[in-house]
């Protein structure tokens, strides 16, 4: 793993570090990122559109094909690889300041993480846009294949759908207060397969910064945050970030 030296001989010594991950640590379990050279939208820039909270609320198309997508999404059967096992590694050895996550697929929580700071939401519920009811996604996708292509909500009839963060929707303020307070408090964060393309979450790179904390950024591809980081590794996640936690917790990289 190629990390400056001054930077290498730090990591022992972290004892708050904060993580930010994007799709790019779910790769490996086989869940595909989103804008990545095989990404969802780099191949199918249609399929944007069903994370637009206004195509969702104004075209029953977009429901329906979206219902359809989160019924076929590889995560239901997603196991978390090497890279959410280091973070767990770093977490139970009590050098975790926080971990946040882009991320629906909840495969943090499957590996072993707690406290998970799920910043864009989550697909494992559904959520009634009316009442606000919220439903195992299990149990509204068992209404899908059986021939409901867009289900209501079954308490006032509203439109439901996954409990994740669309454009268009504001942020959940608690989650994202916690995330910036665990940014400017940490001694070292690390922004793990994400193109830190989207606000507010990249900015969360710039909080720890000006606090003072060492940046690393960890992507297959060049992010706007690269000029600031004090290393930027390009090799795979699934080797380079247990690397990387052993050298936090004393092991050789």
């Given at each position: 793993?190629d990390?400056?030296p001054?930077?290498?001989?730090?990591?022992?010594?972290?004892?708050?570090?904060t993580?930010?991950?994007?799709?790019?640590?779910?790769?490996?379990?086989?869940?595909?990122?989103?804008?990545?050279?095989?990404?969802?939208?780099?191949?199918?820039?249609?399929?944007?559109?069903?994370?637009?909270?206004?195509?969702?609320?104004a075209?029953?198309?977009?429901?329906?094909?979206?219902?359809?997508?989160?019924?076929?999404?590889?995560?239901?059967?997603?196991?978390?690889?090497a890279?959410h096992?280091?973070?767990?590694?770093?977490?139970?050895?009590?050098?975790?300041?926080?971990l946040?996550?882009?991320?629906i697929?909840?495969l943090?929580q499957?590996?072993?993480?707690?406290?998970?700071?799920?910043?864009?939401?989550?697909?494992?519920?559904a959520v009634?846009?009316v009442?606000?009811l919220?439903?195992?996604m299990?149990?509204?996708?068992a209404?899908?294949?059986?021939?409901?292509?867009?289900?209501p909500?079954?308490?006032?009839?509203?439109?439901?759908?996954?409990?994740?963060?669309?454009?268009?929707?504001?942020?959940?303020q608690d989650?994202l207060?916690a995330?910036?307070?665990?940014?400017?408090?940490?001694?070292?964060?690390?922004?793990?397969?994400?193109?830190?393309t989207?606000?507010?979450?990249?900015?969360?790179?710039l909080e720890?910064v000006?606090?003072?904390?060492?940046?690393?950024?960890m992507?297959?591809?060049?992010?706007?945050?690269?000029?600031?980081?004090?290393?930027?590794?390009?090799?795979?996640?699934?080797?380079?970030?247990?690397a990387?936690?052993a050298?936090?917790?004393?092991?050789?990289?």
């Amino acid at each position: 793993m190629d990390v400056p030296p001054q930077l290498a001989a730090a990591l022992p010594h972290a004892r708050a570090v904060t993580v930010l991950t994007g799709a790019g640590i779910s790769t490996d379990s086989g869940i595909p990122d989103f804008r990545g050279p095989q990404g969802v939208w780099t191949r199918d820039p249609e399929a944007a559109r069903l994370s637009s909270i206004g195509a969702y609320l104004a075209d029953p198309d977009v429901r329906r094909r979206a219902w359809r997508s989160r019924r076929d999404h590889p995560a239901w059967d997603a196991e978390p690889n090497a890279g959410h096992a280091a973070l767990v590694a770093l977490e139970r050895a009590g050098r975790l300041r926080a971990l946040i996550t882009q991320n629906i697929d909840g495969l943090h929580q499957r590996a072993g993480s707690a406290g998970v700071l799920e910043i864009h939401g989550t697909m494992r519920e559904a959520v009634c846009l009316v009442c606000g009811l919220r439903t195992p996604m299990p149990e509204v996708l068992a209404r899908v294949d059986a021939g409901e292509d867009d289900p209501p909500c079954p308490v006032c009839g509203g439109l439901q759908k996954s409990a994740t963060i669309s454009f268009g929707q504001p942020l959940d303020q608690d989650v994202l207060d916690a995330a910036i307070t665990a940014a400017r408090g940490c001694d070292l964060f690390l922004a793990v397969g994400t193109s830190l393309t989207v606000e507010p979450a990249a900015g969360l790179c710039l909080e720890a910064v000006r606090a003072g904390a060492p940046l690393v950024v960890m992507n297959a591809e060049p992010t706007p945050y690269d000029e600031v980081a004090d290393a930027v590794v390009r090799e795979p996640i699934g080797r380079a970030l247990p690397a990387l936690a052993a050298a936090v917790l004393g092991g050789a990289a």
